[in-house]
């Protein structure tokens, strides 16, 4: 039998008040090696499962539903669907795990928190420099996990190119649901064709984890409210927003594999040359065929990503 994983939940807040965010466990739970995999935008924790399944033996895998989407709550105002926020409900969970070690996947979204929590650590870091006493700033996480043990960046990076992003809202607020789970396979199959070929069972297997049934129709996951803060942005929120990640991407002092697809019209193969300039200890791989973003379902997307992060362990 496939291995199956644990549902559990934290307490976070936001200035809205407090939410529960879910999280999926696979592997010992005694293990202090964490493996924090984020998913994208519109998707939840259990996009990981294969990877999850062959990773399990190394890691405690966690693989959380970001708040809005799959199990977790939603949160009461929508204007606080933002990285910020979600870096501040990894910290949570971070709290929660304490890991020895943290090595972080993070598909667009997820890899964005993963460098909003990077930016947070350096600046934590910065600040007990300048005054190490106890108790001069946190002391809630163990200072190892502070910092990534390897960091992999599924096709996204400091720079977003805007076609992507425009064609990711417009679909992010529309409401779909359908009455039978063959229609929502083909919509999926439409709306996340740049996700490159799969096979009918894994388009199925895709689906499942994007809709859930209620009153008897397949309905979205996730809380339509995402798009709120999306239909916010301009010109000067982005300029300002990649000029932080930059940042924290340039902040980075661990291995970092990033991932492209080939067709991505969001990571462009110029930022993902500038990356690999800005950072020494970096390597990225390619998949052909895929777009935005590759779904680490095969084996041939698994076992890179597996043999870069088992590479620590020996």
């Known amino acids: 039998m496939p291995l199956q994983p644990r549902l559990d939940y934290v307490t976070c807040a936001s200035p809205a008040g407090l939410h529960r965010m879910a999280y999926w466990e696979w592997g010992d739970p005694g293990n202090d090696r964490v493996l924090l995999c984020v998913h994208g935008l519109t998707r939840a924790g259990r996009d990981f499962d294969e990877l999850a399944q062959h990773m399990a033996g190394d890691f405690r895998v966690v693989c959380p539903d970001v708040v809005g989407r799959g199990a977790s709550d939603w949160l009461l105002n929508p204007s606080f669907y933002t990285v910020p926020q979600y870096v501040a409900d990894m910290t949570t969970l971070l709290a929660?795990?304490?890991?020895?070690?943290?090595?972080?996947?993070?598909?667009?979204?997820?890899?964005?928190?993963?460098?909003?929590?990077?930016?947070?650590?350096?600046?934590?870091?910065?600040?007990?420099?300048?005054?190490?006493?106890?108790?001069?700033?946190?002391?809630?996480?163990?200072?190892?996990?502070?910092?990534?043990?390897?960091?992999?960046?599924?096709?996204?990076?400091?720079?977003?190119?805007?076609?992507?992003?425009?064609?990711?809202?417009?679909?992010?607020?529309?409401?779909?649901?359908?009455?039978?789970?063959?229609?929502?396979?083909?919509?999926?199959?439409?709306?996340?064709?740049?996700?490159?070929?799969?096979?009918?069972?894994?388009?199925?297997?895709?689906?499942?984890?994007?809709?859930?049934?209620?009153?008897?129709?397949?309905?979205?996951?996730?809380?339509?409210?995402?798009?709120?803060?999306?239909?916010?942005?301009?010109?000067?929120?982005?300029?300002?927003?990649?000029?932080?990640?930059?940042?924290?991407?340039?902040?980075?002092?661990?291995?970092?594999?990033?991932?492209?697809?080939?067709?991505?019209?969001?990571?462009?193969?110029?930022?993902?040359a500038e990356m690999r300039a800005r950072n020494t200890r970096s390597t990225a791989i390619e998949f052909a065929g895929v777009g935005h973003a590759p779904t680490l379902m095969t084996p041939e997307q698994i076992e890179p990503v597996a043999a870069f992060l088992r590479s620590s362990l020996k």
């Open 96 to 272: 929660r795990l304490r890991p020895a070690t943290l090595d972080w996947v993070g598909t667009s979204m997820g890899g964005l928190i993963g460098l909003g929590l990077a930016g947070t650590a350096a600046m934590t870091a910065a600040m007990r420099a300048a005054d190490p006493r106890p108790g001069a700033c946190s002391q809630d996480l163990p200072r190892q996990a502070l910092r990534f043990n390897r960091l992999v960046l599924n096709d996204v990076g400091p720079r977003l190119e805007a076609p992507a992003l425009m064609r990711i809202g417009a679909y992010v607020g529309q409401p779909a649901a359908f009455a039978t789970l063959a229609e929502a396979v083909q919509a999926t199959r439409q709306t996340a064709a740049t996700f490159g070929p799969h096979t009918s069972e894994q388009w199925e297997t895709f689906t499942r984890r994007a809709y859930r049934q209620q009153e008897g129709r397949w309905v979205k996951h996730y809380d339509q409210g995402l798009a709120v803060p999306l239909a916010g942005q301009n010109a000067e929120s982005y300029a300002a927003g990649e000029k932080v990640l930059w940042q924290a991407y340039d902040a980075l002092d661990c291995p970092v594999l990033i991932l492209r697809g080939a067709e991505s019209d969001l990571l462009s193969a110029a930022t993902l």
